[in-house]
């Protein structure tokens, strides 16, 4: 395969792995020093994306890398945070056996995963990916995601508002006086 990025013809395998039914190659071009991913599935079949147009395109890891880098520019996420939820979504995805798999599924499954990994980023690739057309369906978007971050950030921040020490004795009896309740009835 040509070097996605210069076209050169040669490159070396630096990391192969068996992925389900093929083997997934990581390969360094020897004319620019790029890396890049290439996917051998054993019986051949290639997977194709169906478009929103019925088109149908062939799978490319690097397509859907490229839309969720966008998404994630400048974004304070770990080296290689991308790089592996891509390489997530491209396992599932040959996992599935599937020759076809609609872009709504994959769109889907890079939203699922920015949404538990940066909001912002999430945010950037659905107004592209869904194409939200209105202010009020984005804006409904952020209000779920901004009630679901309170919910989780309010425990752990409301607790240093007490010392451990004069905390404890208030939660203990807090919980006696609960277990009492309880046997009573
Ligand atoms: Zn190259």
Redesign the pocket.
């Known amino acids: 395969m040509n070097?996605p990025?210069?076209?050169?013809h040669d490159s070396k395998v630096i990391d192969s792995r068996d992925v389900n039914e093929g083997i997934r190659r990581r390969r360094q071009?020897l004319?620019?020093?790029?890396r890049f991913t290439t996917y051998e599935r054993l019986q051949s079949a290639t997977l194709f994306v169906v478009k929103k147009d019925r088109r149908r395109e062939e799978f490319s890891r690097d397509k859907l890398l490229t839309g969720i880098r966008k998404a994630c520019e400048k974004r304070p996420l770990p080296t290689g945070t991308v790089d592996k939820l891509a390489d997530d979504i491209e396992a599932e995805l040959y996992h599935q056996g599937k020759a076809e798999i609609p872009s709504a599924v994959i769109g889907d499954m890079v939203m699922e995963r920015l949404k538990s990994l940066d909001h912002i980023a999430y945010i950037r690739f659905a107004s592209v990916y869904r194409d939200f057309t209105d202010i009020t369906t984005l804006k409904q978007e952020l209000d779920t995601l901004l009630s679901a971050e309170a919910k989780v950030s309010h425990p752990t921040s409301q607790l240093p508002l007490l010392p451990d020490d004069r905390l404890e004795p208030l939660t203990k009896g807090h919980r006696r006086g609960r277990m009492k309740a309880r046997v009573k009835r």
């Open positions: 070097c990025y210069c076209g050169h071009c004319g620019c020093g790029s």
